[in-house]
């Protein structure tokens, strides 16, 4: 009977220190059992560390806006942040297979992507330009989509860049679009005068400019675009663990604080 009775003593204290838990809107932590991730007590980032200041490599060390936002995440959770350094358009599929909790790259929102993953509330804001050479005939933006246009335009493969050129110039017949595994590749190709012109993201596009002499950047923008962090449609609860702490950071000022600090106003 007295086993019994010690054995009721247990089960009550095991359900009340469950009882214990957090509660409905307190901060998700790494030891709690609601979500899982990748590797346990980890929140895998997925990368494409070739996107100053988004992301990229300082020494051996990724760094980056992304980079410093993901920590920021990692630390609310109380999880310690990994990042898994990958060409772009492998990202979407780490997160679907598991290998990866979160895709961190400066990537915009779109249909096509939403169908294979879910998009956290927006943390920034891009703008994709065009980068030509300085004794270019292209003046603007509206050049590429003039009657009778054929420019040969560089972009990274499987970028915004890439998505919005094929539909605005390749499949209206104005043009070829030229893809790379990166977008230091695309410039290097517009150097060498094998494309008219590259779209891409304006902040690596400066970064570019400053490092590769003769190129410039159009005054005219090609689009406005919202970043957002990427996440597996088959893990909720991690995804809602992630968003509320994304939502924090960007209420309390934190986002901003890192955008900043990479971002200056001019």
Same mark, same amino acid.
């Given at each position: 009977?007295?086993?019994?009775?010690? #054995?009721?003593?247990?089960?009550?204290?095991?359900?009340?220190?469950?009882? &214990? !838990?957090s509660?409905?809107?307190?901060?998700?932590k790494?030891?709690d059992?609601?979500?899982?991730?990748?590797?346990?007590?980890?929140?895998?980032?997925?990368?494409?560390?070739?996107?100053?200041?988004?992301?990229? #490599?300082?020494?051996? *060390?990724?760094?980056?806006?992304?980079a *410093?936002?993901?920590?920021?995440?990692?630390?609310?959770?109380?999880?310690?942040?990994?990042?898994?350094?990958?060409?772009?358009?492998?990202?979407?599929?780490?997160?679907?297979?598991?290998?990866?909790?979160?895709?961190?790259?400066?990537?915009?929102v779109?249909?096509?992507?939403?169908?294979?993953?879910?998009?956290?509330?927006?943390?920034a804001? !891009?703008?994709?330009? /065009?980068?030509?050479?300085?004794?270019?005939?292209?003046?603007? /933006?509206?050049?590429?989509?003039?009657?009778?246009?054929?420019?040969?335009?560089? /972009?990274?493969?499987?970028?915004?860049?890439?998505?919005?050129?094929?539909?605005?110039?390749?499949?209206?017949?104005?043009?070829?679009?030229?893809?790379?595994?990166?977008?230091?590749?695309?410039?290097?190709?517009?150097?060498?005068?094998?494309v008219? &012109?590259?779209?891409?993201?304006n902040?690596?596009?400066?970064?570019?400019?400053?490092?590769?002499?003769?190129?410039?950047? #159009?005054?005219?923008?090609?689009?406005?675009?919202?970043?957002?962090?990427?996440?597996?449609?088959?893990?909720?609860? #991690?995804?809602?663990?992630?968003?509320?702490?994304?939502?924090?950071?960007?209420?309390?000022?934190?986002?901003?604080?890192?955008?900043?600090?990479?971002?200056?106003?001019?």
């Amino acid at each position: 009977m007295k086993k019994w009775i010690a #054995l009721l003593l247990v089960s009550a204290m095991v359900l009340s220190v469950a009882a &214990c !838990g957090s509660a409905p809107g307190e901060s998700s932590k790494g030891e709690d059992a609601r979500f899982t991730t990748a590797v346990e007590g980890k929140l895998t980032m997925a990368t494409n560390a070739t996107f100053p200041p988004y992301e990229y #490599l300082e020494g051996n *060390e990724i760094t980056g806006i992304d980079a *410093e936002i993901a920590a920021a995440i990692a630390e609310k959770l109380g999880l310690e942040l990994q990042i898994d350094d990958m060409e772009f358009d492998s990202i979407t599929e780490a997160i679907k297979s598991g290998k990866a909790d979160i895709g961190l790259a400066g990537m915009t929102v779109t249909p096509d992507r939403q169908e294979e993953v879910d998009f956290t509330v927006s943390y920034a804001t !891009g703008v994709q330009v /065009v980068i030509v050479t300085q004794d270019s005939a292209i003046a603007s /933006v509206d050049d590429l989509f003039a009657e009778g246009a054929s420019h040969v335009v560089g /972009v990274q493969r499987n970028t915004t860049g890439d998505i919005y050129t094929t539909d605005d110039i390749e499949k209206e017949g104005l043009g070829t679009i030229d893809r790379y595994g990166k977008g230091a590749e695309a410039v290097q190709a517009l150097k060498t005068g094998k494309v008219d &012109c590259v779209v891409i993201d304006n902040e690596p596009a400066k970064a570019f400019v400053a490092e590769v002499e003769g190129l410039k950047i #159009l005054e005219t923008e090609y689009v406005t675009e919202d970043y957002a962090a990427a996440m597996s449609k088959d893990n909720k609860a #991690l995804y809602d663990a992630v968003n509320a702490a994304l939502e924090e950071l960007i209420a309390d000022g934190t986002v901003k604080g890192i955008v900043d600090k990479y971002i200056t106003a001019e």
